[in-house]
């Protein structure tokens, strides 16, 4: 098989922005074989705006890689439960990592400020509802980068969110009406 790799290259059918969690493996939760699934991870599988200028961007870079550079058909993003970086949003618990980790989860704030106008702070149905809205921002904000916008107009690329339950290995998907279903 890893021959066969080598020799044809990669042309995998979807990007999977997902967490660093260690407790996630996107290829084992799709089910895939190598090579089928770009896997890009991040602090809680966030999608930053569309910002092109000289910093570093390294999703981004990803992401125009998987679209421009594999012509990859769909991205997937799939936010998780108990995911630490929400848990930070959420209760302010970023004071050792204040460097690279508090200024990326900024990007999460809408999902934040969504959160709490429905949720109390510590409960899990705050947490469970924030680790959502990531997903919803990270949609949103692949919609900014004008090369996706494009593919998704003309029907070339399909972007969605997925949910998956650590505890219970339950996947859900983001429905069109914005409501996570699990897949059965």
């Not at 569309?50 to 990803?62: I, K, L, V």
Request: charged share 15%.
């Amino acid at each position: 098989m890893h021959e066969r790799l080598a020799e044809t290259g990669q042309n995998p059918i979807a990007a999977v922005v997902a967490c660093v969690d260690s407790r996630l493996d996107p290829a084992a939760i799709f089910d895939v074989a190598p090579g089928q699934i770009l896997v890009l991870r991040n602090v809680a599988n966030l999608v930053p705006p569309y910002a092109p200028d000289s910093a570093y961007h390294g999703t981004s870079a990803a992401l125009e890689f998987a679209v421009r550079g594999l012509g990859v058909a769909n991205i997937i993003v799939m936010g998780h439960a108990q995911c630490g970086g929400v848990r930070a949003l959420l209760q302010g618990q970023t004071d050792t990592l204040t460097d690279f980790v508090l200024p990326w989860m900024g990007i999460a704030a809408r999902a934040r400020a969504r959160t709490l106008a429905c949720e109390a702070v510590g409960s899990e149905a705050a947490q469970t509802r924030c680790e959502h809205e990531t997903v919803r921002v990270s949609l949103d904000n692949l919609q900014g980068f004008p090369w996706i916008a494009e593919r998704v107009a003309a029907g070339t690329l399909r972007i969605s969110g997925t949910y998956y339950g650590i505890a219970s290995g339950k996947l859900e998907v983001m429905g069109d009406d914005g409501v996570f279903v699990e897949v059965i």
